[in-house]
């Protein structure tokens, strides 16, 4: 008879002893390690707010304010309107030909290149083909290989063709991003079970109708992540554009600002501070609307696939 089981002598039916319970001894070295992490995240998200903080408070001041009243706090006079409206208005609004440039830039550099990223990366995940691996090699070469460091030979093969001080001097090459190609080619070897694809393909499926139906759809939380990094590099471009452009008609916002703040810094010139500073303010304003309406689809993805039928 095995040793769970107990016989009462009344009734001769066995009965089960009941199991142990064992009961956990709870670890004080996690309490310690957790409060330990958040002062950590603190400390980094105070690190990385302050200049944020700065630029918002001392973009509310005038001219005079800025040096004359502590960074991190107000001054007497709220001139934050007052200072966008110089900003839109100085020059004859050039600002406001700056951001569209900018824009233009983001739209077809970008865009074109987190459309070539996703193209490249599921053709390169699905697909076999000779070469598979050289082409893993030289997308991992040209990852490492710093921007700067193509700057040059960039700026002399566009001078040979006669496209450099043109729009297409910088978006030509936000074209290529690397780096958008190698995180497409990773996530969607992993994000498109072959088998869907398979199956899609059973029923008479085309593969530009797999791609757009089946695979598009899954691969949204990659196209966004690649989409941002795009973004925020081609908004933030200065070094492309200094060595491309020289017209001040086809600045992006990054080289019009410096030109102002040149201007500001130069003995004789016009103090116009307070204008670089709500430029700069106006400046990363789309950047953070692009984050927070881009953010469902990043919890989207984390969510997929969490719950199974």
Do not use: C
């Not at 690190?47 to 903080?53: N, R």
């Not at 001054?75 to 951001?99: K, P």
């Amino acid at each position: 008879m095995s040793t769970n089981a107990l016989m009462t002598p009344s009734s001769g039916r066995t009965r089960r002893a009941r199991p142990r319970i064992k009961t956990r001894r709870t670890s004080h070295a996690r309490p310690t390690r957790s409060i330990l992490l958040t002062v950590l995240t603190a400390l980094v998200g105070i690190y990385a707010l302050i200049p944020l903080v700065w630029l918002l408070i001392n973009a509310t001041k005038t001219q005079p304010d800025l040096f004359s009243s502590f960074g991190l706090w107000f001054s007497g006079d709220f001139a934050l309107w007052d200072n966008i409206v110089g900003v839109l208005t100085y020059d004859g609004g050039v600002f406001g030909r700056w951001f569209l440039n900018t824009l233009m830039y983001v739209v077809l550099g970008a865009g074109g290149a987190t459309l070539l990223a996703l193209l490249g990366g599921y053709g390169l995940a699905k697909f076999s083909f000779p070469g598979k691996r050289a082409v893993f090699a030289v997308v991992i070469g040209a990852v490492a290989v710093p921007g700067t460091a193509l700057a040059v030979p960039t700026f002399l093969m566009f001078a040979n063709m006669g496209l450099t001080n043109t729009p297409w001097s910088v978006i030509i090459p936000s074209l290529i991003s690397p780096f958008g190609l190698y995180l497409m080619w990773t996530f969607a070897a992993d994000a498109v079970p072959d088998e869907i694809m398979e199956a899609a393909r059973i029923d008479g499926a085309s593969e530009v109708r797999t791609f757009f139906q089946v695979s598009l759809p899954m691969l949204a939380p990659g196209i966004v992540t690649v989409l941002l990094f795009t973004v925020v590099a081609t908004w933030n471009n200065y070094f492309l554009p200094l060595i491309m452009l020289r017209d001040p008609d086809w600045y992006p916002l990054t080289l019009g600002l410096n030109a102002w703040n040149q201007q500001a810094t130069t003995a004789g010139g016009e103090a116009i501070f307070n204008l670089v500073i709500a430029g700069s303010l106006l400046t990363i304003l789309p950047l953070i609307a692009v984050f927070l309406l881009l953010q469902r689809y990043w919890q989207s993805g984390l969510a997929a696939g969490s719950v199974k039928e």
